[in-house]
C-alpha cells in the first residue's frame, strides 16, 4: 500500500532525523526561554519534550507493524529515532532536574518517594545499555543475537 | 469573634502595569544595579510583588472550562456573568436570592495583596478587591447552631467544556468552618487590580482563603449556605488521599505525589529559583490560633 514511499525515502539520509530532533529540542527551549510559552515555561518544557521522547518511541515500535502490513520500509531509520528519542528523554530529565527540582537532595528524594518519578528513572535507565550499542561496533561485538536480546528492552 | 484585619499594603503598593513593563524591559536591557537607582522613586521594593494581570489571567485552573492551564482563559470567554443571583440558605436569619449588590453593596470595597499558593506548589501575589465574608454573613445573620459555610460553584454546560466532559463531579463544592469564614483574612473577591475578574479568575464573585491552597477558594459562587456539619468539598471527595478539608498551606505535610516545602512563583521565567513554602502561606500570626490543639498532619 504504502510502499510506493519507499524509493523517494531512500534519499532521506538517516542523519537528517538527528537534525530535526536536535533543532526541535532548541526551538522548544528558545519559546520557553522567550516567555512563548506562558507563565509557566519550565513545566511546559519538561512535558514539551516529555512527550516529544514518547512520540519518537511510538514511532520506533511502529516501524515493524509498518513494514509487515503496509510495505512501508523504515528500517533504516530506526536507529537514528531510537538514538533521538534517548537525547530527548535525557534532555526531558535535565529539564526535571536542573530548571524543575533544582537541587540533588530534592531529586533523589523524588526519584526514591514518588512511583511516577522512579518509573521514569527506570526506563531511562532500561534505555541506557540500548543507547550505548547502537553503533556498528558494539552490534559486531555482542553479536546479533545478543543485541537483538538486548534491544527488546524497548 | 476575631479582630478587623488592617491591610498593610495598599495600592501605592500596587505596581502599576505601566511600570511592571518597563522594570522587565529594563532589566532584561541594562544591569540590574542601574534599574533598581532609576525606579526607585516610583515603584520602591516592596516586598510582595503582584503578578501582571496577564499572568494571573493566563495561568488558572478553572477544570469547567479544561484541565489545561491555559483553558480557562481560552474557554471562559462565554461564561454568563450578567444577571448574576446569589441563593443564601440555610442556617441564617434572612435566606433568600441575592443580587451581587444585594449582598455586598455598600460594604468596605478592599484591595489585598495576599500570596496565592496553589496545591501544586507554585504561587503568585494577587492584588484582589473585595469585601470581607464576615461582613457579608452579617448581613445575612447566621443562627447559632450554624458551624460551616458551604459554597458552590455555577454551573452553565453549554459554555463549560470540562462539564459536558465530565472531568470531574460537578457543580465544584466548597466549604470553610465558620470561625475560618470569620476571619478578616477571607475575602470575597470581585475585582483584580481594580478592574473586575476575568471569567477565568471565577467572575463575578469569589472566595479568597490565603492561608489555604488555592482550590480552597471557590470561584464563581452561586450558593452560599451555613450549616451544621462539615459540608464535602470536591477535591476531599475525589481523592480523600491527597485533599483534606483543610488544605491549609502546610511545609510540613507532602502532598503524596510532591513535595510542599517550596514552591515556584509563576513569572520568574525559564531559570527562576524555587522558594521555600511559609507556614500558612505566611499567615501564621494572623491564622494559627484557628487551629490550636489540632494535629494538621492529620487535618490537612
Not at chain 2, 516610583?42 to 494581570?53: G, T
Not at chain 2, 474557554?75 to 441575592?98: D, F, K, Q
Amino acid at each position: 500500500m504504502l510502499s510506493f514511499l519507499n524509493k523517494p525515502l531512500r534519499r532521506v539520509p538517516p542523519w537528517a532525523i538527528y537534525v530535526a530532533s536536535a533543532a526541535w529540542c532548541g526551538w522548544l527551549f528558545y519559546l520557553a526561554a522567550t516567555g512563548r510559552m506562558g507563565p509557566e515555561p519550565i513545566k511546559a518544557l519538561e512535558h514539551a519534550y516529555g512527550i516529544y521522547a514518547l512520540k519518537l518511541i511510538v514511532a520506533i515500535l511502529l516501524i515493524t507493524p509498518l513494514r509487515k502490513w503496509t510495505g512501508l520500509n523504515l528500517l533504516r531509520f530506526r536507529r537514528a529515532i531510537g538514538v533521538s528519542a534517548f537525547f530527548v528523554v535525557v534532555a526531558h530529565l535535565a529539564v526535571w532536574a536542573i530548571l524543575d527540582v533544582q537541587t540533588f537532595a530534592r531529586v533523589w528524594a523524588d526519584i526514591v518517594k514518588r512511583p511516577y518519578v522512579t518509573i521514569g528513572m527506570a526506563s531511562l535507565v532500561l534505555m541506557l545499555p540500548l543507547a550505548i550499542t547502537s553503533n556498528d561496533r558494539s552490534l559486531r561485538k555482542l553479536g546479533a543475537a545478543a543485541w537483538r536480546k538486548l534491544h527488546l528492552l524497548t | 469573634m476575631a479582630r478587623r484585619w488592617t491591610n498593610t499594603l495598599t495600592q501605592a503598593d500596587v505596581t502599576p502595569e505601566h511600570l511592571w513593563l518597563n522594570r522587565r524591559q529594563i532589566l532584561a536591557g541594562a544591569g540590574a544595579t542601574g534599574a533598581a537607582a532609576l525606579l526607585g522613586s516610583e515603584a520602591s521594593a516592596e516586598a510582595l510583588e503582584p503578578n501582571s494581570w496577564d499572568e494571573i489571567t493566563n495561568y488558572n485552573n478553572y477544570y469547567e472550562f479544561g484541565v489545561g492551564k491555559d483553558d480557562p482563559a481560552r474557554n471562559a470567554g462565554g461564561l454568563r456573568t450578567s444577571p448574576w443571583s446569589i441563593e443564601v440558605n440555610g442556617l441564617v436569619e434572612r435566606p433568600g436570592t441575592y443580587t451581587i449588590d444585594d449582598l455586598i453593596g455598600g460594604l468596605d470595597l478592599e484591595e489585598r495583596i495576599y500570596r496565592f499558593r496553589c496545591v501544586e506548589a507554585w504561587s503568585m501575589v494577587v492584588p484582589w478587591n473585595g469585601v470581607e465574608l464576615n461582613d457579608v454573613l452579617d448581613r445575612v445573620g447566621v443562627k447559632p447552631e450554624a458551624r460551616y459555610v458551604a459554597f458552590e460553584t455555577v454551573v452553565q454546560p453549554d459554555v463549560m467544556v470540562g462539564v459536558r466532559r465530565k472531568v470531574m463531579p460537578f457543580p465544584y463544592v466548597e466549604g470553610l468552618r465558620l470561625d475560618e469564614a470569620r476571619h478578616p483574612l477571607a475575602i470575597l473577591a470581585t475585582g483584580i487590580y481594580g478592574k473586575q475578574l476575568a471569567n477565568q479568575s471565577g467572575a463575578p464573585i469569589r472566595l479568597v482563603v490565603p492561608w489555604k491552597y488555592g482550590f480552597k477558594s471557590i470561584k464563581s459562587i452561586v450558593r452560599i449556605s451555613l450549616v451544621a456539619d462539615e459540608p464535602p468539598a470536591s477535591w476531599p471527595m475525589l481523592n480523600p488521599r491527597e485533599y483534606g478539608f483543610y488544605s491549609n498551606v502546610n511545609p510540613k505535610v507532602d502532598h503524596p505525589r510532591w513535595t510542599q516545602a517550596t514552591e515556584r512563583k509563576i513569572g520568574g521565567g525559564l531559570f527562576s529559583q524555587r522558594v521555600p513554602t511559609q507556614m500558612f502561606n505566611g499567615y501564621e500570626e494572623e491564622v494559627a490560633s484557628l487551629y490550636d490543639g489540632m494535629d494538621l498532619r492529620i487535618f490537612y
